[in-house]
């Protein structure tokens, strides 16, 4: 099958389905965080996961992995991990009598970055050309890495010991930022009869391959905006950047990525166009994790939350 494969809007929707329905045999109650993580990954887009430890992130992550028959590679972030580890580095051979490159753990299609504010910003910062431009730079050599590209990040809260926040750069190259929080009793025990002979990630067979994947991810960008939804998309961004509380908005880029994922939401949902609906259900997850407070707002419990629904609600929805 080419690259370059077409697929229906009802086959691109029951392709999506299939991995929701496929990663739910490992990660109970948390539909729409999984729904979250599909709509990513069909905008092109990296997340990041930020929770308490022990809620499912790295299962979440490795589901989604298991569900697509792409390479998938684990990196454990650690204080001594080296930007080489990630990026790959060059080693002279005495067979050709010259420098070849050793490819480094970021050259695969799915790439978990697990507890990634647990290295230094020198080692994080490492990720940023590959997350921005699908490609990492060597000793001056340029090397692109496979399509479909993804990377799914966990980080624990930045209280917990041993951490380091991530710098705005590096946050402004996630799609979304999403959180999974802990399960409902009665999902919690239906976990622990799931889990009672094993895990279920061991048995999960793949629903689908890159190519589907990469079908998808071509077709959402055909899905129809109108231009007054373009207008209602920057008037939402530059609201987060006007607040008196606010030190950093959110940037052109979340523009662009709210653009995105409301079509692929729209696509999700079976429509052929977006609908202000689209825009505000995904705003939150775009946005919140790109705004800079002032120090007085988090004194007053003022949060970036807060700032994105003043936002939505002092914007005025267009009538489509």
């Known amino acids: 099958m080419e690259a370059n494969y077409t697929i229906s809007r ?69 204080p001594d991990i080296m930007p080489s580890d990630i990026t790959g580095f060059s080693t002279f051979s005495l067979k050709t009598n010259d420098f070849e490159y050793k490819p480094g753990a970021v050259m695969s299609q799915f790439i978990l970055a697990d507890e ?3 290295t230094s ?40 010991l041993g951490t ?3 710098p705005e750069a590096q946050l402004d190259r996630f799609f979304m930022k999403i959180s999974l929080g802990y399960p409902e009793p ?14 279920p990630l061991s048995t999960l067979l793949p629903v689908t391959d890159g190519i589907y994947i990469t079908a998808v991810q071509n077709l959402a960008e055909t899905i129809y905006v109108d231009h007054q939804l373009h207008d209602y998309i920057v008037d939402i961004v530059r609201n987060t950047r006007m607040q008196d509380e ?22 999700y949902n079976g429509r052929e166009y977006v609908v202000p609906d689209d825009i505000i259900q995904m705003a939150p997850y775009v946005l ?7 120090q007085e707002a ?23």
């Open 10 to 78: 009802s086959d691109a929707v029951r392709l999506m389905t299939n991995i929701l329905y496929n990663v739910e045999k490992v990660i109970i109650g948390k539909r729409f965080a999984i729904e979250l993580v599909i709509n990513a990954m069909i905008c092109q887009g990296h997340i990041l996961i930020e929770d308490v430890p022990g809620v499912g992130k790295t299962s979440l992550v490795s589901a989604l992995a298991k569900s697509v028959a792409c390479s998938f590679k684990r990196i454990q972030f650690t």
């Open 116 to 118: 990634i504010n647990r």
């Open 121 to 160: 910003p020198k080692t994080q910062s490492s990720l940023l050309e590959v997350m921005e431009e699908n490609q990492v730079t060597v000793d001056g050599i340029t090397y692109a890495v496979p399509r479909p590209f993804m990377v799914l990040a966990t980080q624990n809260p930045v209280e917990y």
């Open 164 to 166: 380091y926040p991530l």
């Open 186 to 199: 009665s999902e919690e025990s239906r976990m622990l009869g799931r889990f009672k002979y094993g895990s």
């Open 246 to 267: 606010v030190i950093l908005g959110a940037s052109p880029r979340a523009s662009l990525y709210l653009f995105k994922s409301a079509q692929a939401w729209a696509l």
């Open 288 to 294: 919140e994790h790109r705004i800079v407070m002032r």
């Open 298 to 320: 988090r004194l007053k419990k003022i949060t970036a939350s807060i700032i994105v629904e003043r936002a939505l609600e002092s914007v005025r929805t267009p009538v489509i």
